[in-house]
């Protein structure tokens, strides 16, 4: 049979494009426009004909066991990649169960956008079965949002959902569509380039502000880089460590900036803050000239922030200019993308040996390093991250929950590569690690994906382990189990006298640790071990990391162990904890 002349193939292609097609259909192709290879969904009546949409489409459809779990797998995926995560509920408690997942990605500033079906039109407003106010709810906790009441518009909306979710400072942004607009034929129209006039990003520094940070280097005697999170959101890791090792001055991150400069370089002063390095809060507080870089001087690390570097020079970089001055007042404000910053200020650089203050830092270091009991009799927590740390040979991808696992996790394994670790900061939100790590599996499938996590935390999404097992994702768990509530236990230790207010997790009536993790674990189909000694580990951890597909641990552990060093709540550097 003759082919028809490419004429005729490009005109056929253009009648089958004016085709109608169900608003439902065009979110589809608006969604592979945009490049998007899998969403977490969860399926419900108002979202049952994007359901039906996603089957003709190569878009891989991850069902999770829970709404808020595909969230946090959504926010996950955008952590380990950089790209934006999508996830997708029905109306009413569908949606309002993506909400923790959609706070915590605004905190942490990661690109997400979170559709949600609505009940068709006419019931808007009228407490109609499944009906809430997506858009009201997650106002305050989003980048933006749109409730889009004509098919025509969502080839628009999605075009700019996406562009606003990963641009300037990235976040969530919910698209909500009513059922019978995902019914309605429309003959869409796919968008070009995306401008918004009401959206102007300033990426550029001044020559002035770069001359003005430049001087205050060189007056400087002991200057401190203090970055976060906006250094591996603006792809600027590698501008950050030339700039390091050229101007000779120490980097200490925030939690989320860790990986951003790696720990095994000689300027590294690892992380600061409530639970940080003795060595990295005093450097960033005894420092003359505090060069902050795409962080925002939130209170867990300053603590009162009229204590924080009170003698020093200020210089804040950020994208965000909302919060230049939020905080922590700067002498020298520059609203700019900050790799583009770095690369302005790598051409001139201005070396010096800082002898005086590089021998302080190396004293606090050698009097105050990270340091815990040890024991042959019974496992310590910070051992079995520095035991993943050498089987892994520190290359594995590393997802926590929220609480004392998540600090010594951050503690104990050295960090290499923007990235690397996955966690709640902002929010700190319990539930988090389990199906955040299986959006960082499901991203990138042949790296070792490690969640550590706490029994607490554990049980918030437990019930990700189906998804997991189902879908056929490796993802590595790891449960630092104590029985307790590990950080509100220890801050009922440390400040209300032990008095122990609902932080006891284990059950009375039972002879052993409660629940039994192996045991759920094998009922969703997935090997597991337990751990009692620290002679155990090394063998467990290898038999977790050779096993093909996912595997738990549950290690066993004191729950009397605290996290140290601490700044208490509000407290300043000088009252760190460090015993």
Same mark, same amino acid.
Not at 206 to 233: D, K, Q
Not at 396 to 412: E, K, N
């Given at each position: 049979?003759?082919?028809?002349?490419? =004429?005729?193939?490009?005109?056929?292609?253009?009648?089958?494009?004016?085709?109608?097609?169900?608003?439902?259909?065009?979110?589809?192709?608006?969604?592979?426009?945009?490049?998007?290879?899998?969403?977490?969904?969860?399926?419900?009546?108002?979202?049952?004909?994007?359901?039906?949409?996603?089957?003709?489409?190569?878009?891989?459809?991850?069902?999770?066991?829970?709404?808020?779990?595909?969230?946090?797998?959504?926010?996950?995926?955008?952590?380990?990649?950089?790209?934006?995560?999508?996830?997708?509920?029905? =109306?009413?408690?569908?949606?309002?169960?993506?909400?923790?997942?959609?706070? $915590?990605?605004?905190?942490?500033?990661?690109?997400?956008?979170?559709?949600?079906?609505?009940?068709?039109?006419?019931?808007?407003?009228?407490?109609?079965?499944?009906?809430?106010?997506?858009?009201?709810?997650?106002?305050?906790?989003?980048?933006?949002?749109?409730?889009?009441?004509?098919?025509?518009?969502?080839?628009?909306?999605?075009? *700019?959902?996406?562009?606003?979710?990963?641009?300037?400072?990235?976040?969530?942004?919910?698209?909500?569509?009513?059922?019978?607009?995902?019914?309605?034929?429309?003959?869409?129209?796919?968008?070009?380039?995306?401008?918004?006039?009401?959206?102007?990003?300033?990426?550029?520094?001044?020559?002035?502000?770069?001359?003005?940070?430049?001087?205050?280097?060189?007056?400087?005697?002991?200057?401190?880089?203090?970055?976060?999170?906006?250094?591996?959101?603006?792809?600027?890791?590698?501008?950050?460590?030339?700039?390091?090792?050229?101007?000779?001055?120490?980097?200490?991150?925030?939690?989320?900036?860790?990986?951003?400069?790696?720990?095994?370089?000689?300027?590294?002063?690892?992380?600061?803050?409530?639970?940080?390095?003795?060595?990295?809060?005093?450097?960033?507080?005894?420092?003359?000239?505090?060069?902050?870089?795409?962080?925002?001087?939130?209170?867990?690390?300053?603590?009162?922030?009229?204590?924080?570097?009170?003698?020093?020079?200020?210089?804040?970089?950020?994208?965000?200019?909302?919060?230049?001055?939020?905080?922590?007042?700067?002498?020298?404000?520059?609203?700019? $993308?900050?790799?583009?910053?770095?690369?302005?200020?790598?051409?001139?650089?201005?070396?010096?040996?800082?002898?005086?203050?590089?021998?302080?830092?190396?004293?606090?270091?050698?009097?105050?390093?990270?340091?815990?009991?040890?024991?042959?009799?019974?496992?310590?927590?910070?051992?079995?991250?520095?035991?993943?740390?050498?089987?892994?040979?520190?290359?594995?991808?590393?997802?926590? !929950?929220?609480?004392?696992?998540?600090?010594?996790?951050?503690?104990?394994?050295?960090?290499?590569?923007?990235?690397?670790?996955?966690?709640?900061?902002?929010?700190?939100?319990? !539930?988090?690690?389990?199906?955040?790590?299986?959006?960082?599996?499901?991203?990138?499938? $042949?790296?070792?994906?490690?969640?550590?996590?706490?029994?607490? =935390?554990?049980?918030?999404?437990?019930?990700?382990? !189906?998804?997991?097992?189902?879908?056929?994702?490796?993802?590595?768990?790891?449960?630092?189990?104590?029985?307790?509530?590990?950080?509100?236990?220890?801050?009922?230790?440390?400040?209300? $006298?032990?008095?122990?207010?609902?932080?006891?997790?284990?059950?009375?009536?039972?002879?052993?640790?409660?629940?039994?993790?192996?045991?759920?674990?094998?009922?969703?189909?997935?090997?597991?071990?337990?751990?009692?000694?620290?002679?155990?580990? *090394?063998?467990?951890?290898? *038999?977790?990391?050779?096993?093909?597909?996912?595997?738990?641990?549950?290690?066993?552990?004191?729950?009397?162990?605290?996290?140290?060093?601490?700044?208490?709540?509000?407290?300043?550097?000088?009252?760190?904890?460090?015993?």
């Amino acid at each position: 049979m003759k082919k028809p002349a490419r =004429s005729a193939q490009i005109s056929r292609a253009a009648r089958s494009a004016r085709q109608p097609m169900k608003g439902a259909d065009i979110v589809v192709r608006c969604l592979e426009a945009q490049g998007v290879e899998v969403i977490f969904a969860y399926p419900g009546g108002a979202s049952l004909e994007l359901h039906q949409a996603l089957r003709n489409s190569k878009i891989r459809v991850i069902l999770p066991r829970h709404e808020q779990g595909g969230a946090f797998a959504a926010g996950g995926m955008a952590r380990v990649t950089g790209k934006t995560g999508v996830c997708m509920a029905t =109306s009413g408690p569908g949606a309002t169960n993506l909400v923790t997942g959609i706070a $915590d990605a605004y905190m942490d500033s990661v690109p997400l956008v979170c559709i949600t079906g609505q009940v068709a039109q006419r019931f808007i407003g009228k407490n109609a079965f499944q009906e809430t106010d997506i858009i009201g709810i997650t106002r305050p906790i989003c980048k933006h949002s749109y409730l889009v009441l004509d098919p025509a518009e969502l080839p628009d909306v999605f075009a *700019e959902a996406f562009y606003l979710a990963n641009s300037g400072r990235p976040g969530p942004v919910i698209i909500d569509i009513p059922k019978d607009v995902q019914q309605q034929l429309c003959v869409p129209r796919m968008p070009g380039a995306v401008h918004m006039r009401t959206y102007a990003l300033k990426t550029d520094p001044l020559s002035e502000e770069v001359e003005a940070i430049r001087a205050a280097i060189r007056r400087a005697e002991r200057p401190c880089l203090y970055v976060g999170g906006g250094i591996i959101t603006g792809n600027a890791h590698a501008e950050l460590r030339r700039f390091a090792e050229e101007w000779n001055i120490p980097v200490v991150t925030t939690l989320l900036g860790i990986g951003a400069f790696p720990e095994t370089h000689p300027l590294s002063l690892k992380w600061l803050g409530m639970h940080g390095t003795y060595y990295g809060n005093y450097a960033a507080n005894e420092c003359d000239l505090l060069l902050c870089f795409g962080a925002r001087f939130d209170d867990r690390v300053t603590g009162d922030p009229a204590t924080f570097a009170a003698g020093a020079t200020i210089v804040h970089a950020d994208i965000d200019p909302s919060e230049i001055n939020k905080n922590k007042h700067a002498d020298i404000a520059v609203i700019c $993308d900050v790799r583009k910053l770095l690369g302005r200020l790598l051409e001139q650089p201005v070396r010096k040996e800082y002898a005086a203050w590089h021998a302080q830092i190396r004293e606090w270091k050698e009097k105050y390093p990270l340091s815990y009991h040890r024991s042959d009799r019974v496992i310590h927590p910070p051992l079995v991250v520095e035991k993943i740390y050498e089987a892994t040979r520190g290359q594995a991808t590393i997802v926590t !929950g929220v609480g004392q696992h998540q600090m010594w996790a951050a503690q104990y394994y050295k960090y290499t590569r923007p990235r690397q670790l996955l966690t709640s900061g902002g929010l700190g939100t319990m !539930g988090f690690g389990l199906p955040a790590a299986m959006g960082a599996k499901v991203a990138r499938p $042949d790296e070792l994906v490690i969640n550590i996590d706490g029994d607490g =935390s554990f049980q918030m999404n437990i019930q990700e382990l !189906g998804t997991i097992q189902t879908e056929d994702i490796a993802v590595k768990m790891v449960i630092l189990n104590n029985q307790h509530l590990g950080m509100v236990a220890q801050w009922e230790d440390r400040f209300y $006298d032990s008095r122990r207010g609902n932080t006891v997790l284990k059950n009375a009536r039972a002879n052993r640790p409660y629940p039994d993790f192996v045991g759920i674990a094998k009922g969703y189909l997935i090997p597991g071990r337990e751990v009692w000694k620290p002679s155990e580990l *090394e063998g467990a951890l290898r *038999e977790m990391i050779e096993t093909d597909g996912p595997f738990l641990l549950d290690v066993h552990v004191l729950y009397q162990e605290h996290v140290l060093p601490m700044i208490p709540s509000g407290k300043s550097y000088r009252e760190l904890m460090v015993e």
